[in-house]
C-alpha cells in the first residue's frame, strides 16, 4: 500500500524556518486526507496540520499563522512550511494518513540556538 518519506529536518534557531517534505507512493495519495504529526522526547504523538485531497487544511492551535502544509499531487508529495519556529517545535515530525497504521522513521527538527 502507501508508503511515506519524511524529509527536510535540522537544527535551525528560534525565529528560523524549514520545509519539510513527505514523499509518497501509490497512485491512491491525490484523494488521501495528509496530516503532519510530531512527537517530542516524553510526550504523545500529536496532529500538527492536514490538508484533504482537495486542499481542505487545519492547523493546531500552537502552530496556527506560522506554518503552513500544502501538497502537489503530481509529484505525491506533501510539504510543512514552518516559520517563526519555536524551540518548544522541537520533535520528530512524521506524515502519515489517518486510516495507515504504519509510521516510518519521521524526520527530526530540532530548534535551539
Known amino acids: 500500500q502507501v508508503q511515506f518519506v519524511e524529509s527536510g529536518g535540522g537544527l535551525v534557531q528560534p525565529g528560523g524556518s524549514l520545509r519539510l517534505s513527505c514523499a509518497a507512493s501509490?497512485?491512491?495519495?491525490?484523494?488521501?486526507?495528509m496530516g503532519w504529526y510530531r512527537q517530542a522526547p516524553g510526550k504523545q504523538r500529536e496532529l500538527v496540520a492536514s490538508?484533504?485531497?482537495?486542499?481542505?487544511?487545519n492547523y493546531a492551535d500552537s502552530v496556527k499563522g506560522r506554518f503552513t502544509i500544502s501538497r502537489d499531487n503530481a509529484k505525491n508529495t506533501v510539504y510543512l512550511q514552518m516559520n517563526s519556529l519555536k524551540p518548544e517545535d522541537t520533535a520528530v515530525y512524521y506524515c502519515?494518513?489517518?486510516?495507515?497504521?504504519?509510521w516510518g522513521q519521521g524526520t527530526q527538527v530540532t530548534v535551539s540556538s
Open positions: 490538508i484533504t485531497g482537495s486542499g481542505r487544511t
Open positions: 502519515n494518513t489517518p486510516s495507515n497504521p504504519r
Open positions: 501509490g497512485n491512491i495519495f491525490s484523494i488521501l486526507v
